[in-house]
């Protein structure tokens, strides 16, 4: 069950959940239907490029062969310093662009000059409820507004020309633990969006709102609610044969804070969804294993109304984190000698998929990553994945290095497709994860509900272990062909979670990386024509537009995101944040300021105390919650304060006051008293001193 179109679903298909709105009016000014159906032209008007989110355009005056003449016309520095995600988009010149913290931005395309700002003003101590730093991915443009959704949760229209708010709604339950990161899309009138927060105890969704008034339209939630009662729609009747326990007393995850993408040839809106909550299943089915649809899933549902029409499930059961919330393309392919329209998909297991776009019928499954080891391949006919035994944690009792990790082999960084050489660009990581059962585990109300215990991954102090780590830990550019189903080239990077990508007629694939550098591919063969010195590194999807017959390409850059915070200095692949905006075009002499050196913190903390059992303790409980945010092992990355520095290690009353009672909570540090008592509160802090003394010494040698 739950691999490809059920035909006992089919028969069952009736809205999500209709709010029973009127229809809303569209859009016959400004940005149109009409102007986002046509796709790119010289504007680049939705956060993929076209509804079919290929990331390709067909403007040709920057090509392979003038590349090398590229150079920088403009640049923005940015007043926020986290990591930065967005596509800025472009319309009647100007370009619109988000940063961290949600905040808008709007300039003139061809010269640079500042339009208007909007900060939304979010309460910074939501940081505890986003897994992966302050991001957001873009803006939606339709008519004369401009849409953004905000990490806490709410969905803004502003005015084009003026930045004006012109209604603001919250979509995510109130009070619930929920952020918004992704981009809205806009399809027939409707915004559309969904929520992150899969490590959390909530429960996903994808709504649809009027882009006039901001009124909800239709609600589809992607997993059941309590079985005692009626569901949302027949979908959930049939999904809560795949759960059991008390499941939806944790909400059970499926969040949709990625991807979305509208096919007007099928009529058909897809939508990937998160792992499913907890990760661990022993604590999320309790009366046996089961799929938990729709989590790991691409579903399909129609716009006008929310209604069910397909899914497919990727990752059944799913124990390893592996979201299916990655982009979602468009296209036909030729297969078998037939033309078949499908969706193109690469979550984060490691697997690419084609299904057919108008049933979700499985097409084929190849990995296009090396080493999957959760998995020993898919079905030829279901494409449901053959899970090898010890992959399964909570039944092994064992630990289990995870090939890909959590970070996915491939995660949110757009990916790109070209019609002209047919192949897919996918910027891919390899990050192995170590997953175990915590017989220990009990919900909690602050931070990561995961039910698994990671500690055993943690990082020791040794010089020959943590080269090796480095070593073992990168990422790829990686051209998939999707008919053959095979990599067709490659680039190795020397870390990973590097930035999204961008395809053009020029025979040009552009990407920037995470040790601080944006750069120009030959698209057919993959061989590196050009580059830039971003000074930081890059997580954003570059795009391309063109003002009065000059081509420019944009991205956004500033280190940060998951591999920053959770990864830290041991994950390699650091750089500073510095975030920009910058502009390319032909002929241009720009350069940057010159790189601020950044002064090195010297590590001089008191002596090492407290028992074995303590630290023992302090070492799962760091691990499994605040690893996270100041980084595996205790090693912060670029954005969140190093615990091993900070003078709180040293003082027993302050770390309570700052861990427990939550008095840095505007700066981001809530109150973690809700989850731990002041003796795992101590606990923790003595591990961190125990570290900070290890590494003194590891600095000394």
């Known amino acids: 069950m739950g691999y490809g179109r059920l035909a006992m ?61 590229l150079g920088l016309a403009w640049s923005a520095d940015l007043d926020t310093a986290r990591g930065q995600e967005a596509t800025p988009l472009m319309h009647d010149g100007m370009l619109y662009v988000t940063t961290a913290w949600s905040m808008v931005k709007a300039y003139d395309a061809k010269t640079g000059a500042l339009k208007w700002s909007y900060d939304p003003e979010v309460p910074r101590s939501k940081l505890v409820e986003v897994c992966c ?38 979509t995510i339950p109130e009070g619930s633990k929920m952020a918004i ?17 899969s490590e959390y105890f909530t429960r996903g969704y994808l709504a649809a709102f009027d882009a006039q008034t901001g009124n909800e339209l ?24 795949t759960w059991s326990g008390d499941f939806w007393k944790r909400g059970g995850g499926g969040t949709v804070w990625d991807s979305i993408t509208y096919d007007p040839k099928t009529d058909l809106v897809y939508f990937g969804t998160a792992n499913a909550e907890p990760w661990n299943p022993a604590y999320r089915n309790t009366d046996g294993a089961g799929d938990s649809l729709y989590t790991a899933s691409i579903v399909a549902v129609r716009p006008d109304t929310g209604e069910y029409a397909w899914h497919f499930q990727e990752t059944p059961e799913d124990r390893w984190d592996f979201d299916s ?6 296209t036909d ?33 190849k990995p296009f990553v090396d080493g999957i080891n959760w998995a020993s391949g898919l079905d030829p006919v279901t494409g449901k994945p053959s899970v090898n035994p010890e992959a399964k944690y909570e039944l092994t009792g064992k630990g289990f290095l995870g090939v890909p990790g959590a970070v996915g082999a491939h995660s949110w960084t757009p990916m790109s497709y070209s019609p002209k050489t047919g192949l897919v660009y996918i910027p891919t990581n390899n ?27 943690a990082i020791p102090a ?19 062909d999707p008919v053959a189903g095979e990599v067709k080239w490659k680039v190795q990077q020397t870390s990973p979670t590097n930035g999204g990508t961008l395809a053009t007629a020029g025979n040009l694939v552009f990407q920037g990386t995470s040790t601080g550098e944006f750069r120009a591919y030959a698209a057919d063969t993959g061989k590196q024509l050009w580059s830039f010195e971003t000074q930081t590194g890059v997580l954003a999807a570059p795009m391309t537009y063109s003002i009065d017959g000059e081509q420019y390409v944009a991205v956004l850059v500033g280190w940060g995101g998951v591999w920053d915070v959770s990864a830290g200095k041991l994950g390699g692949g650091i750089t500073p944040n510095i975030s920009r905006l910058l502009v390319f075009k032909l002929g241009a002499k720009g350069t940057l300021p010159p790189l601020k050196p950044t002064p090195a913190l010297v590590l001089d903390p008191p002596a090492a105390t407290g028992t074995p059992d303590q630290v023992a303790l302090g070492l799962k409980l760091y691990s499994n919650s605040c690893s996270v945010c100041h980084g595996v092992s205790a090693v912060a990355g670029s954005l969140n304060p190093d615990l091993r520095h900070s003078a709180t290690i040293g003082n027993k009353q302050l770390w309570q006051q700052v861990v427990h009672d939550g008095i840095l909570a505007d700066n981001g540090m809530v109150a973690w008293k809700d989850q731990f008592s002041p003796e795992q509160i101590e606990a923790i802090r003595l591990y961190v001193l125990k570290r900070a003394n290890e590494d003194k010494a590891l600095e000394g040698t």
Request: hydrophobic share 40%; glycine share 12%.
């Open 462 to 480: 040794d010089k020959a272990v943590r080269e090796a780590t480095k070593a073992a830990l990168n990422g790829a550019l990686v051209a998939f």
């Open 218 to 241: 239709w609600r589809f939630h992607t997993v059941p609610g309590d079985p005692s009662k009626p569901q949302d729609g027949k979908h959930l009747e049939a999904a809560a044969k």
């Open 133 to 170: 730093d302050a991001v957001n991915r873009g803006v939606a443009l339709y008519g004369d507004k401009v849409y953004v959704a905000t990490l806490d949760g709410k969905l803004v229209a502003l005015d084009q020309k003026t930045g004006k708010v012109v209604w603001s709604k919250l």
């Open 333 to 365: 392919l030729t297969i078998d000698g037939k033309t078949r329209h499908v969706v193109m998909h690469a979550p984060k297991n490691g697997f690419f998929y084609v299904l057919d776009a108008e049933t979700g019928k499985f097409i084929s499954g």
């Open 325 to 330: 919330n990655q982009q979602i393309t468009v």
């Open 9 to 69: 679903l089919a028969a069952l298909a009736l809205a999500g959940c209709s709010m029973g709105a009127k229809e809303p009016t569209l859009a016959t000014d400004g940005v149109t239907d009409a102007m986002l159906a046509a796709g790119n032209g010289d504007e680049w008007l939705t956060y993929g490029g076209d509804y079919n989110e290929q990331r390709f355009s067909a403007l040709n005056q920057i090509t392979d062969a003038n590349v090398g003449e």
């Open 431 to 457: 990050t192995p994860q170590f997953y175990a059962h915590d017989p220990d585990w009990k919900p909690g109300e602050t931070g990561f509900q995961l039910g698994i215990d990671v500690s055993g991954g």
């Open 181 to 197: 990161t992704g981009a809205p899309r806009i399809v027939k009138g409707r915004v559309l969006i969904g929520s992150a927060g």
